[in-house]
């Protein structure tokens, strides 16, 4: 009875495998299989969804790279997306899914697996590159010096720190700096493979930029997302700017002080040479 029973389900099984080749196999008419399915991936962080919503029935995600065995991730969920991440870390690996909708009733065991198919997807040529962080920047004389922060991905080295992008794509990691002069529109670019840039610059401008990481082997997808634009700043305009309005009250006070205090003296200088010349015309001549 059992062992029928197992041969029937290994024959529907087969007959299942080779329809899904042509579509969605539905082994039971009250299930909905999954539509719409696309992976969402940045910086190696990826989520597969799917539509529709479910109503008596859940789906559970099975995965697999292309020579390995299939993995379920996100068992019986009622949800209509699941982070499979960590299945993924084989990046260069091609990952297919299959969104498998059952009855939560005790029966399941004996129908066959209604499932949907993911289209393929492969990590490392596919996820989004999110955008780079500006770890410093410094402006000298004639130099702009820029620091990038490469972007960290949910895979963690043995010590439980997190790896970035440069673990995974090394050579085939570079970034562009754009720059321009502050208030013009001419935008310059220069690449590395480093995280550095040094680049010459006009002395005493000030300078915007933003950086960009670029997948050099990639045909499609092949630029991050843009960093946030920081402009540079001559400190010294700030502060000493301040210094010398301060600087200029103060001396024009004082010069209208000290005026203010000679005006005065030759006025009461004045005075009391008219007074004293007033006394001598008055003065009695009998006194001499
Ligand atoms: C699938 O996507 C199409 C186009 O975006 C949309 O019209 C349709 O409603 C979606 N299906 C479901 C079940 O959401
Ligand atoms: C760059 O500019 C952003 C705002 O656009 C700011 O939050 C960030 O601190 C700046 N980075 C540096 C290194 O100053
Ligand atoms: C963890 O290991 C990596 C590579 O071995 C190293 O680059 C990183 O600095 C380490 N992190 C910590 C916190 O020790
Ligand atoms: C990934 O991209 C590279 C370069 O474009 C290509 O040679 C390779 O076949 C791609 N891999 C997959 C699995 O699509």
Redesign the pocket.
């Known amino acids: 009875m059992l062992a029928a029973l197992a041969a029937a389900r290994g024959r529907a099984l087969l007959l299942c495998a080779l329809l899904s080749q042509l579509g969605p196999c539905s082994g039971n008419s009250e299930l909905s299989t999954a539509v719409n399915i696309t992976w969402s991936s940045i910086n190696f962080k990826t989520i597969l969804q799917w539509q529709p919503k479910p109503t008596n029935y859940v789906y559970t995600v099975e995965i697999s790279g292309i020579n390995s065995n299939w993995e379920k991730v996100c068992v019986h969920t009622k949800e209509t997306e699941c982070d499979v991440t960590d299945k993924l870390e084989k990046v260069k690996d091609t990952y297919t899914a299959h969104i498998v909708s059952e009855m939560i009733s005790g029966t399941e065991k004996f129908e066959e697996p209604s499932y949907a198919i993911s289209p393929k997807f492969t990590p490392y040529n596919q996820t989004t590159i999110g955008r780079p962080g500006i770890q410093t920047y410094e402006l000298t004389d004639s130099k702009l010096k820029v620091l990038v922060e490469d972007p960290l991905i949910p895979y963690r080295?043995?010590?439980?720190?997190f790896k970035s992008i440069r673990e995974i794509f090394k050579n085939d990691l570079e970034y562009t700096l754009y720059y321009w002069k502050d208030q013009s529109t001419g935008k310059k670019e220069a690449t590395t493979k480093s995280n550095q840039f040094e680049i010459s610059i006009d002395k005493g401008k000030n300078y915007c930029f933003y950086v960009q990481a670029i997948i050099l082997s990639r045909r499609e997808n092949r630029k991050s997302q843009k960093s946030k634009v920081n402009c540079t700043s001559h400190e010294r305009e700030v502060l000493d700017e301040y210094g010398t309005e301060v600087f200029i009250i103060i001396a024009a006070a004082a010069i209208v002080i000290l005026i203010t205090i000679i005006g005065l003296s030759v006025i009461l200088y004045k005075c009391k040479k008219t007074k004293a010349a007033k006394e001598k015309e008055t003065m009695p001549l009998n006194d001499i």
């Open positions: 080295f043995p010590n439980k720190s």
